[in-house]
């Protein structure tokens, strides 16, 4: 019994000794600062490390995180063409190390108070844009919103590092009227892309159709002026045979080329023959046989002497 009340106070002191240790000594981690009061008031700051704080006098109060920390805002408005869009934004923000103090007490609610900036700051821009305009300018927004957070936030203690837009969404029915207007405008190119097509088709088919046309001219041209250089060259072997004069020279020839055509005609199985049927056929074919008679004749007349 003796022994009881001895080692009974040893452990009431030892775990006295605990408390006090435990209340004595604290961490701070990385990245971190440590408000610690004393008696309620602000006595000091403290960093990364193990500090010392009087035990049921000192307190820590606050852990203060000095990583940028991100904050995300959806934002409502209207624009100057009278659409509802929802605009998304990410606020990067920070306690400025050397304003811990600032921070911890001069906001209640940092976060809130950062959205309300941003709403303030969007709805003071976007309404004077159009909503392409708002697509098209979402950096301008952006810069616009970080430069109202940076000068107000900084006099809390608090950094504003990066404001962005990330996403304009407008209403569902306004997002369907965009897609047919941009279907309706690439169905437009596509269209006019096909004309333009169709158009070089055309032209390049009359250029080949005038190109056909016009050597087939030229070698209509060049066959007739063939065909009047032999029948010139015949008539002049005629004349040379001894039919001085050119007509029945002409008649002569003619009359070779009919009957070598109607000998080619009979060489393909035709059996009828046309000639001329009135008085006037009959006359020019009457002195085509005389001057074919009359050129026999001189061809004979011609052989004696050819034989001498």
């Known amino acids: 019994m003796g022994y009881v009340l001895p080692v009974l106070g040893i452990a009431i002191g030892a775990i006295i000794l605990l408390i006090v240790l435990f209340g004595t000594l604290f961490t701070v981690q990385q990245q971190t600062s440590v408000i610690v009061e004393r008696f309620g008031k602000f006595h000091r700051e403290v960093g990364a490390g193990l500090h010392i704080k009087v035990p049921l006098i000192d307190r820590v109060a606050h852990r203060v995180d000095l990583r940028v920390q991100q904050l995300s805002v959806v934002v409502e408005t209207k ?49 004077s844009q159009k909503l392409d305009d708002v697509f098209a300018s979402k950096d301008d927004i952006a810069l616009y919103v970080n430069e109202s957070l940076e ?79 032999g029948l010139r060259e015949s008539i002049e072997a ?39 049927n009135t008085p006037a056929g009959v006359n020019n074919l009457t002195g085509l046989t005389d001057a074919v008679t009359q050129g026999n004749l001189i061809a004979d007349a011609a052989k004696p002497s050819l034989s001498k």
């Open 79 to 127: 624009t100057e063409d009278n659409v509802f869009a929802k605009l998304r934004l990410s606020v990067q923000y920070k306690v400025i190390p050397t304003a811990v103090r600032d921070a911890v007490y001069s906001l209640n609610n940092a976060v809130g108070q950062i959205e309300s900036y941003v709403f303030d700051a969007v709805r003071g821009k976007v309404p």
């Open 151 to 229: 000068h107000t936030m900084g006099e809390y203690g608090y950094l504003i590092v990066k404001t962005l837009v990330t996403d304009v969404e407008p209403d569902e029915k306004v997002k369907e009227s965009m897609n047919a207007i941009n279907a309706a405008r690439r169905n437009a190119e596509a269209a006019s892309a096909q004309g333009d097509a169709d158009k070089i088709k055309i032209v390049k088919a009359a250029e080949a159709d005038a190109d056909a046309k016009r050597l087939s001219g030229e070698g209509v041209a060049a066959q007739r002026k063939a065909i009047a250089d």
């Open 238 to 276: 005629v004349q040379a045979g001894g039919i001085e004069d050119a007509k029945q020279a002409a008649e002569i020839l003619s009359f070779t080329l009919y009957t070598d055509m109607v000998a080619t005609a009979s060489k393909h199985g035709a059996t009828t023959l046309f000639i001329p």
